[in-house]
C-alpha cells in the first residue's frame, strides 16, 4: 500500500521568500508518480508539479520545483519568491503508473494530509 | 473548454435520503474519479474507471455506487445518506495513456447530511 506524509500542518513565510513543504512517501513499486496540488480557499485543486520516479532531473515549473530524494522517499515542493496568492493548502500525492497495475490501478492518487501555507506581507 | 463540471456545487440532504452527484468532463479521458475530502484527511479515493462500462473501487467505496455509460459522464449515487458522508466531493479525469498527465478535478461538490 501507499503512504504519503506532510508533518507540516501549517507554515509561514514571508513574501518574497523561498518556502519549502514537505513530503515524504513509502511504498513497494519500483516505478510511480508524484504530484503537488495547490488548493486556495475557494476550493478549486489546482495541478503544480510531477515527478517521475525515474527522472533523473528534478522537475520545476516556473516558481515551484520538486527537490526529488528517492533513496529518502521524499518529494519537497520548493516555492521561490512567494506571493501573497500562494497562501493555500497544499497536497503531495502519488500514484501507481499504469504499467504496473495490470490495468485496474490507472492513475489512483493517494493523498497526504495537506500543508497550510500563509504568506505574509 | 470546460473540463470537468460538477453539479451540484452544494447540497443539503436528509439522513436516508438518496441523491445522485453528476461529474462531466469534455477532454475525452478515459480515466475518471471520485474522491471525498473530510477535515485533516485529506483526499480519498471512493471509485473509478478506466473507461465505459468499467468501474472500480476506491479507499473508501462504502456507501456510494458508480457506473459509466459514456466516457464523457462518470456519476455517484448516494443511495442512503448518512451523516459521515457529509464531506466536500471531487470529481477527476485523466487520460490512460500518460503516466505524467495530472488528473484534472472538478470545482467540488460540497455535501451536508442532516
Known amino acids: 500500500a501507499q503512504k504519503i506524509t506532510q508533518t507540516q500542518p501549517g507554515m509561514f513565510v514571508q513574501e518574497k521568500e523561498a518556502v519549502t513543504l514537505d513530503c515524504t512517501y513509502d511504498?513497494?513499486?519500483?516505478?510511480?508518480?508524484l504530484f503537488w496540488y495547490k488548493q486556495p480557499s475557494s476550493g478549486e485543486m489546482i495541478f503544480l508539479i510531477y515527478?517521475?520516479?525515474?527522472?533523473?532531473q528534478n522537475a520545476t515549473e516556473g516558481r515551484y520545483s520538486l527537490n526529488f530524494q528517492k533513496a529518502r522517499k521524499s518529494a519537497n515542493l520548493v516555492i521561490s519568491a512567494s506571493q501573497l496568492g500562494d497562501s493555500a493548502m497544499y497536497f503531495c500525492?502519488?500514484?501507481?503508473?499504469?504499467?504496473?497495475?495490470?490495468?485496474?490501478?490507472?492513475?489512483?492518487?493517494?493523498f497526504g494530509q495537506g500543508t497550510i501555507l500563509t504568506v505574509h506581507p | 473548454n470546460a473540463g470537468v463540471t460538477q453539479t451540484p456545487k452544494f447540497q443539503v440532504l436528509k439522513t436516508g435520503q438518496s441523491m445522485t452527484l453528476q461529474c462531466a468532463q469534455d477532454?475525452?479521458?478515459?480515466?475518471m474519479s471520485w474522491y471525498r475530502q473530510d477535515p485533516g484527511m485529506g483526499l480519498r479515493l471512493i471509485h473509478y474507471?478506466?473507461?465505459?462500462?468499467?468501474?472500480d473501487q476506491g479507499e473508501v467505496p462504502n456507501g456510494y455506487n458508480v457506473s459509466r455509460s459514456t466516457t464523457e459522464d462518470f456519476p455517484l449515487r448516494l443511495l442512503s445518506a448518512a451523516p459521515s458522508q457529509t464531506s466536500v466531493y471531487f470529481c477527476?479525469?485523466?487520460?490512460?495513456?500518460?503516466?505524467?498527465?495530472?488528473?484534472?478535478f472538478g470545482d467540488g461538490t460540497r455535501l451536508s447530511i442532516l
Open positions: 477527476a479525469s485523466s487520460p490512460l495513456d500518460g503516466d505524467s498527465e495530472p488528473q484534472h
Open positions: 511504498t513497494s513499486d519500483p516505478s510511480y508518480g
Open positions: 515527478q517521475g520516479s525515474y527522472d533523473q
Open positions: 500525492a502519488m500514484s501507481q503508473l499504469p504499467y504496473l497495475a495490470g490495468g485496474t490501478s490507472y492513475g489512483k492518487l493517494t
Open positions: 477532454m475525452n479521458h478515459e480515466y
Open positions: 474507471s478506466v473507461g465505459a462500462g468499467i468501474t
